[in-house]
């Protein structure tokens, strides 16, 4: 039972952080540039200002208009709840494995995509066939990526990945190697980061997620940006706790969380300062040219699947 | 007695009402009314039947029709017979054809007055009789009758509306292929007729096959049921024939027609030949044509404008997932984990009735907008969630169960797919090992292209501003036809909320087909968690995903109760004056990236022209249109047309010679014949 | 013995009568009359047959046994059916005065006369009196095919005439020089031209004459079953002669052809210890399937296409009985019965067709069903029949035929299945547009007697679905007496 | 009459009979032409009463009195007729060049031999080797019609093609049974008549007798 509290609590605690998470990621940047950034809790008040305001419909939008924001911000809180944080095992990851977390996360997306287009503008209908086409490459990446570990591990389970990874006899594979590398670039493609897409640009030539979301306002909007926030951080955790997995609680108490908690944010803060790097120093690609590193992340990802039987089990 | 009695009453209530469409052809309202209901009847018959056989044991039949007295042979009579394989391709069979005949009811009414309805009624029972005989035959003789029962009267089906030219050169080249496959299949059988000296299946799975011919079988068989279930290089028929066939018979033929050729393969390869005897390429090869299958399917899917051509696409792609997981089966059979290939079947069988569920659903959503907006074009629709709200949310459930989202029926047999290819380690470095993560990666790829093509069907033909006229005055559908697509609609979420009690059920029929193909792990964790191998191993629970879902609903209807109400107000149009529905992203267009990025696979003919007002920069207007050729056509079909045009002009030419040049014939001839005896 | 008799009587007597009746309707009618109780003689001796087994009659001149009298039945029921089909084309023909009345009552003089020749052939014990019987058919059909006297009629039937001539002028060869053997054996008598006494004594033949002898049977009989390259001369009788000419022609002529070969061949393979005669037939078969598959993409003229699918067909039975065993016998039998119901059937929905479009040619005719849908059905039905889709027992016999195939040969599978394929191409590549669409302006609606058509269909769907005992037994019967030869 | 030299008569007939055949190959005139049919069928009848004396067949007399009265004097009578009539009794074109057609026919006679060669091993009858010469003949016929262009000399091929069969059936078997002689003998007369029929019939719709204008194009 104290699993499940535990569970839901951690997850909590990562919805409820993440927009300090993005702020954090903002402020590292800012930084890196010379700028003093907005304030940390920045992200909080915006929130909180667009929930308080009236929300304006545009006069075509259907239900699915409405639906959309609750949709992807529920499915999105659902993928937190089977991803360990700073505890294994996790209870809810036995109930939706790795390859439902891909699952929700592309409901979310699916549901994104149809509320642009729901009101029938120019933009609405070029963000989502951008954001369908980048994650039509960028979603198998990611399933592929995950699978070169889950057969290292055996297993699809979270909470099973990550206990397997640490247990360290799989330290240096050659094939996590690749999947790695497949992982990070399909993150930056899923959060929309540079160089894939900007999110702090609404210039209408580059950019995808935001295109999507234009005509959302008020509580709608606010609850797609928090869940925008949430996925990054999701996807950073994910990635800290499956390939670098030290350190994260495997017994519920008092000490060990503290020890996980304190790992994990570790880790967060350097993944989210070597993203502000790479932001501060690329610049956004060209559109076309995102779907070549993304077909390289998905050729990474089978690179690394048929490394692991080369390599590892035919042995 | 009655079990035999329910085994046919299926097949004589689709029967009868051929006869009572024939006999009441007077009158067009009694004519749908008693022949739909009829086969309603029947499909609910078919059913229950179904599971009797998924349940019981075998029952085996004779009707005394057929070939009596074949010389040196055992007599013919019609044999039936209902396993667990016929059973659950019954309930495939049955749930749909009951929907469907709902949704013919209002469909029906809805056609035009003037043509006769005789056809479409008579033909369509046929074909459901056809199909629900293949599965149930017991002889190759009764199969292929039967089979080619299906072929015609789908046949007849395609070409109802007759007068335009498209629908009969569509009608030409699936019955062409039909007979190709029939053929085929047929030297299959004979194959096997030949090593067991009976027509009977009994005989022919008792029959020893030497490696080689039992590898012709499979090969026989495979292409000739590939031909019809739609794998990638011989689907060309399908996306010709459905769109032009009436709704309810392309969601009829989509959605089971193409399981019934799975069905015969299952009942050739795993049953009569037996996957002991199978040689190791057998399931790499399935394997590499399902993956093309899924890759190719969705990526024409994605390129077309027609909503049903692009459905028709979209069934390629399902038949190769389908073929990924008997693919994986054979090939965990083969080396020797009959549990795996258990699983790989029961993935294979689950998805079998997920697709037929919402790819039935889906063809009958389309043909509601059909009939809404007299067209098929995307280009033509938008804006009919407004118009069509119940269609359009059936439709959505469709679309999101055929892009394998969770808590819907496609996710949980991907799912399985995928657990089933992950096990390829165990498999150890046989040359197929590598093959299964490819596979796996291709069936990734095409969930995710789903899914973008889905958004774009939805996109285009539901939301956004109507682009013509008629879109604009789109109506909802009668309650015949909602109801029809009801039934699936709600099963595609309860079979994605409940695997756990369906899968036992299938699970019948590795137990028959796969010897200690035993499945028990699948469910052992109770009703809430399906855990394919062990609960370290994989699990998923889609009640719980379901209750965390409405948990996170309600708390976000609370937050929707409190909130402040909604104001509505124009879209904001960057200062320009006009927004029209031309300026929306069409299907044509919302394909563009992946059109460029694919280019090399579709080798886009595309079109620009403009014409201006004297000066090229005062351009009146611009019309760009984009072509894309399927390349199996082009590279496989064509030079073998040519090929053969070119034997038919040379042996035409000899036909054209004086009475002197043929006497030269039959002069030569006599030679010819008298030098072989010297 | 009376009945049989009537068999020969009726037509011999009623082609007398008939020379001299002007009235078309009585003369239609008596026709129709006539064709009736010739059938009920021909069922009346297969009862008798079926009883009491081979009969022979007048001492060796005449013998009864299953094979032969199911040929009789079968000619003389497609020879009725016909009488009633030819019943209203004629009239509509004579109305459209393309007939004079002199040439009407030659024709039902002559079409009686043919199906004396027919039942001769097939009866006859003696392959000499067989052989003129057959020259006979030859000479009364060349007059029926040159009935229009068109200048392409004209033309086809002095291509049929030199054609079949030359023919059967050496399938006499043929039989002179079986008779330069078997008169060592039998004595110089008609008995040396005996088949059932020959049949007996065959192991005592010169199988080097045989041989050579078959050869010319081969290529002589061949030219009137109408095998690739011999076949020359079919399309163009179809064509031109009048519809219910073809119908008999395809349905029943090529059969009477195929059985005098048969039954050569039989004699042949006893002689010659071997299956030489059979893999020629074999060789034959699969040439015209293929050629004529092929053929029937390029055709122009609906009747012609038919023709060419007759060919197709008279393939595919001589492969069957090249082959020999008695499964494939059994199928070649059937394939005979349902070629000639079906493909009879067909050309009575042609002639209709060709009457309502006023046009042969297959590019003017269009929208069949449209325009009385019930010739339009016929059509299509008949050519999904002919293609050998199931229910239909042309797909019984195909289905058999790749088994026995298989059995034996195995690598001719690999030819017919393609050349199956590509034969249902070219059918209904050619038959769609005309079945479907929209009809032309100047079409006329005309009388039709759709009947014939849906008995013929009716007992094809009736043999593939649910083969009465009886007929099953007889097929049985003859299948072993044909393959006698290896017994 | 003894064996031997029967045997030595028949022999010198089918000599001759050759001859005739390759006369009629050669020939160039319509007229020409139809003598030498009359007087092959001449020779054949008078083939058959030699055997029929013999051997002591009388039925063959029959049969001679047939041939001379139907190959030997009614066809070509009536042939001569309708050419007069139609007025076609100039040149024969032929397709083929006559020397080549020559050489050819010579190829055949030679293949013939060899073809029959099995067989006169094989056989008791003293005629048997003519069996050769009866095939070369009928090939030979087969020629004439291939390589001529009118109507009439297809005929006129066709009858010495008949012709060639009847002294086969006559030397090589002492000729075929009554019944079935007779049988042939009267499909001849009705194909004969026919012939004539449609003479008239090509000539009233096509207006020449040449087969190159009345072909159908398919």
Not at chain 1, 144 to 151: A, D, I, Q, R
Not at chain 2, 36 to 56: E, H, K, Q, W
Not at chain 2, 272 to 289: H, K
Not at chain 2, 601 to 629: F, M, Q
Request: aromatic fraction near 10%.
């Amino acid at each position: 039972m104290n699993l499940w509290i535990c569970n839901i609590l951690e997850s909590i605690f990562l919805i409820g952080l993440a927009p300090l998470g993005g702020m954090a990621l903002k402020k590292m940047k800012a930084r890196l540039q010379n700028r003093r950034g907005p304030g940390f809790f920045q992200s909080y008040r915006d929130i909180a200002k667009l929930f308080s305001k009236e929300p304006i419909l545009p006069n075509q939008a259907s239900w699915i208009f409405r639906l959309a924001p609750y949709v992807i911000f529920i499915v999105t809180a659902l993928a937190v709840l089977i991803v360990p944080v700073v505890l294994i095992p996790l209870p809810l990851s036995a109930a939706a494995d790795v390859i439902t977390l891909v699952g929700l996360l592309s409901i979310a997306r699916f549901f994104t995509a149809l509320g642009a287009m729901d009101t029938g503008t120019a933009f609405g209908g070029m963000g989502s066939s951008r954001e369908m086409t980048l994650s039509a490459l960028a979603e198998p990446a990611m399933l592929m990526g995950v699978f070169v570990l889950s057969m290292a591990a055996q297993s699809t389970d979270l909470s099973t990945m990550v206990a397997v990874m640490l247990k360290g006899n799989l330290g240096l594979q050659p094939s996590l190697v690749f999947a790695l590398a497949a992982m990070l670039i399909v993150a930056t493609a899923e959060t929309g980061r540079i160089p894939v897409d900007n999110p702090a640009t609404h210039l209408e030539l580059t950019m995808v997620h935001e295109a999507m979301i234009l005509e959302y306002s008020g509580r709608y909007l606010a609850l797609i940006e928090w869940a925008n926030q949430i996925k990054l951080l999701l996807f950073a955790t994910l990635i800290i706790n499956l390939f670098f997995p030290w350190g994260i609680a495997i017994e519920v108490s008092g000490a060990s969380l503290l020890v996980g908690v304190m790992a994990w944010i570790l880790k967060l803060l350097t993944l989210f300062g070597l993203l502000a790097l790479m932001e501060t120093t690329m610049a956004k690609m060209r559109i076309f040219r995102v779907p070549e590193v993304l077909g390289l992340a998905f050729l990474l990802a089978i690179l690394g699947m048929l490394t692991h039987y080369i390599l590892e089990v035919s042995v | 007695m009655s079990s035999t009695f329910l085994l046919l009453l299926g097949p004589a209530l689709a029967f009868t009402a051929t006869l009572v469409s024939l006999l009441l052809a007077s009158n067009r309202n009694i004519q749908n009314y008693s022949t739909n209901l009829l086969l309603v009847l029947s499909g609910v018959a078919t059913v229950i039947s179904g599971i009797m056989g998924l349940l019981a044991a075998p029952i085996a039949i004779t009707l005394p029709i057929g070939l009596p007295g074949l010389p040196g042979l055992p007599e013919l009579p019609i044999h039936l017979r209902l396993d667990a394989l016929a059973g659950f391709f019954l309930v495939v069979v049955g749930l749909l054809v009951a929907f469907v005949a709902i949704y013919s009811v209002g469909y029906i009414k809805s056609l035009q007055v003037g043509r006769s309805l005789t056809p479409l009624c008579v033909f369509m029972s046929l074909f459901i009789l056809g199909m629900q005989g293949v599965v149930l035959a017991d002889d190759s003789y009764a199969f292929m009758i039967c089979w080619e029962l299906m072929s015609v009267a789908s046949y007849f089906l395609v070409v109802y509306e007759h007068e335009k030219e498209a629908n009969h050169k569509a009608g030409f080249l699936y019955l062409l292929m039909a007979h190709l496959g029939g053929l085929l299949i047929l030297s299959s059988f004979s194959i096997l007729f030949v090593n067991g000296h009976s027509f009977e299946f009994a005989a022919m799975r008792t029959a020893v096959l030497t490696p080689f011919s039992a590898s012709m079988v499979f090969l026989l068989a495979g292409l000739g049921f590939g031909m019809k279930a739609g794998l990638m290089p011989l689907h060309v028929w399908l996306p010709e024939a459905h769109p032009v066939a009436p709704s309810n018979a392309s969601a009829l033929m989509s959605g089971i027609m193409i399981k019934v050729a799975i069905y015969g393969f299952l009942r050739v390869v795993f049953d009569l030949v037996g996957l002991e005897t199978s040689a190791w390429w057998w399931g790499g090869l399935v394997l590499a044509i399902g993956s093309s299958s899924v890759v190719g399917g969705v990526l024409f899917a994605l390129q077309q404008h027609d909503l049903k051509r692009l459905l028709a696409y979209h069934s390629v792609e399902n038949i190769g997932i389908i073929a990924i997981g008997i693919g994986l089966s054979m090939v965990f059979m083969h080396f020797g984990h009959p549990s795996l290939a258990a699983l790989g079947l029961v993935a294979a069988l689950y998805h079998t009735l997920n697709h037929a569920l919402f790819k039935g659903l889906l063809f009958m959503g389309a043909g509601a907008v059909l009939h809404a907006t007299h067209s098929s074009n995307m280009g033509d629709m938008g804006g009919l969630i407004r118009r069509m709200p119940i269609t359009a949310a059936l439709f959505l459930i469709g679309c999101l169960s055929i892009s394998a989202l969770p808590p819907f029926n496609g996710f949980v047999s991907e799912w399985l797919t995928f657990q089933a290819a992950l096990m390829a380690p165990s498999l150890e470095g046989t040359p197929l090992s590598a093959l299964i993560p490819f596979s796996a990666a291709m069936l990734a790829l095409a969930g995710a292209l789903t899914a973008t093509c889905f958004i774009k069907v939805f996109g285009i033909v539901f939301q956004g501003t109507p682009r013509k006229p008629a879109a604009a005055e789109a109506h909802e559908v009668d309650r015949w036809m909602l109801m029809g697509m009801g039934g699936p609609a709600l099963l595609c979420i309860l079979l994605g909320l409940l695997p756990v009690y369906v899968i036992p059920l299938i699970a019948m029929v590795p137990k028959i087909l796969i010897q200690n193909g035993q499945l028990e792990s699948l469910v052992q964790n109770g009703w809430l968690w399906l855990t394919p191998i062990s609960s370290e191993r994989a699990s998923y629970s889609p009640p719980i995903v379901m209750m965390a879902f409405i948990l996170a609903g309600i708390i976000a209807f609370l937050m929707y109760r409190r909130g402040k109400p909604v104001r509505r107000a124009a879209l904001w149009s960057c200062g320009h004056p006009h927004l029209n529905a031309r300026m929306q992203y069409t299907a044509t267009s919302f394909s563009q990236p992946l059109r460029h990025i694919f280019s090399d696979i579709y080798h886009p003919e595309e079109k620009n022209t403009r014409s201006d007002h004297g000066h090229h920069l005062l351009v009146k207007r611009v019309r760009y249109s984009v072509h894309i050729r399927d390349l199996v056509w082009d590279y496989l079909y064509i030079p073998i047309w040519h090929l053969m045009e070119w034997v038919v002009n040379g042996v035409g030419w000899l036909h054209k010679q004086r009475l002197q040049g043929y006497l030269t014939y039959i002069f030569v001839t006599l030679l010819v014949l008298m030098g072989f005896l010297i | 013995m009376n009945l049989f008799y009537l068999l020969l009587g009726i037509p011999l007597l009623s082609s007398g009568i008939l020379a001299f009746v002007g009235h078309a309707r009585l003369a239609a009618g008596l026709n129709i009359i006539a064709g009736m109780l010739t059938f009920f003689a021909a069922l009346g001796l297969s009862f008798e047959v079926f009883e009491k087994g081979t009969i022979l009659l007048y001492g060796q001149s005449f013998f009864l046994d299953a094979f032969n009298v199911f040929l009789v039945s079968l000619t003389a029921f497609v020879s009725t059916t016909t009488a009633i089909f030819s019943y209203s084309y004629m009239l509509n023909e004579k109305e459209k005065s393309r007939v004079s009345p002199k040439s009407l009552r030659l024709y039902h003089a002559m079409f009686q006369m043919f199906i004396f020749c027919m039942l001769l052939a097939l009866t006859t014990n003696n392959l000499g009196v067989l052989w003129i019987a057959l020259e006979l058919a030859t000479l009364t059909t060349v007059l029926l095919v040159s009935l229009y006297r068109t200048p392409k009629a004209i033309s086809a039937a002095w291509k049929y005439f030199i054609l079949c001539g030359v023919g059967i002028a050496l399938a006499l060869l043929g039989t002179i020089l079986i008779f330069s053997t078997s008169s060592e054996v039998l004595g110089h008598s008609n008995d040396a031209l005996s088949w059932t006494l020959l049949y007996q004594n065959a192991e005592r033949l010169s199988p080097n004459v045989m041989s050579l002898a078959f050869v010319f049977i081969m290529v002589g009989y061949g030219t009137k079953v109408g095998l690739v390259p011999m076949h020359t001369w079919l399309s163009d009788a179809h064509a031109e002669g009048p519809t219910p000419i073809s119908a008999v022609l395809s349905g029943l002529l090529l059969n009477v052809a195929l059985y005098a070969l048969v039954r050569c061949k039989v004699l042949v393979d006893i002689a010659t210890k071997q299956n030489m005669a059979g893999e020629l037939m074999i060789g034959f078969g699969l040439l015209s399937l293929i050629i004529a598959s092929l053929m029937l993409h390029r055709q122009y003229d609906i009747k012609r296409m038919f023709s060419f699918s007759s060919i197709e067909h008279m393939g595919i039975m001589t492969v069957a009985f090249g082959i020999g065993s008695s499964l494939a016998n059994f199928a070649a039998l059937l394939h005979m019965t349902v070629h000639s119901l079906v493909k009879s059937g067909i050309f009575f929905t042609v002639g209709h067709a060709v009457q309502e479009m006023g046009t042969q040619s297959m590019t003017k005719i269009r929208g069949l069903i449209h325009h009385q849908p019930g010739i339009g059905w016929g059509l299509i039905l008949g050519t999904i029949a002919i293609a050998g889709f199931p229910p239909f027992a042309v797909f019984a016999s195909e289905f058999m035929l790749i088994a026995a195939a298989l059995q034996t040969y195995p690598w001719i599978v690999g030819l017919i299945l393609p050349s199956l394929v590509i034969a249902f191409a070219g059918l209904f590549r050619h038959l769609q547009p005309m079945v479907f669409g929209v009809p032309p302006e100047e079409c006329e609606v005309v009388r039709v007697n759709m009947l014939p058509v849906y008995i013929h269909l009716g007992l094809a769907l009736v043999l593939g679905l649910a083969m009465p005992e009886f007929l099953a037994d007889w097929y049985n019967y003859a299948a072993i007496v044909l393959h006698g030869g290896a017994q | 009459m003894s064996s031997e030299l029967l045997k030595q008569v028949m022999s010198t007939a089918a000599a001759l009979f050759l001859l005739t055949s390759f006369a009629m190959l050669a020939q160039r005139h319509m007229k020409a032409l139809l003598r030498w049919l009359a007087i092959q069928g001449g020779l054949l009848a008078v083939t058959s009463a030699l055997v029929a004396f013999g051997a002591e067949f009388p039925e063959l007399y029959v049969s001679a009195i047939l041939a001379l009265i139907l190959k030997g004097i009614l066809i070509p009578w009536v042939l001569w007729k309708i050419i007069i009539h139609l007025g076609v009794h100039r040149e024969v074109e032929p397709l083929v060049n006559i020397f080549a057609t020559l050489l050819i026919g010579a190829g055949l006679v030679l293949f013939s031999f060899y073809v029959s060669l099995p067989i006169a091993e094989q056989s008791v009858l003293l005629t048997s080797n003519i069996i050769a010469i009866g095939l070369a003949c009928v090939l030979i016929s087969m020629l004439i019609m291939i390589t001529r262009s009118k109507a009439i000399t297809m005929v006129v091929g066709y009858l010495a093609m008949e012709n060639a069969l009847f002294f086969m059936a006559v030397s090589a078997t002492y000729g075929i049974p009554l019944v079935v002689e007779i049988g042939v003998a009267f499909d001849v007369l009705i194909a004969g008549l026919i012939f004539s029929l449609f003479f008239f019939q090509i000539r009233k719709t096509f207006d020449s007798l040449n087969l190159k204008d009345m072909e159908i194009k398919q």
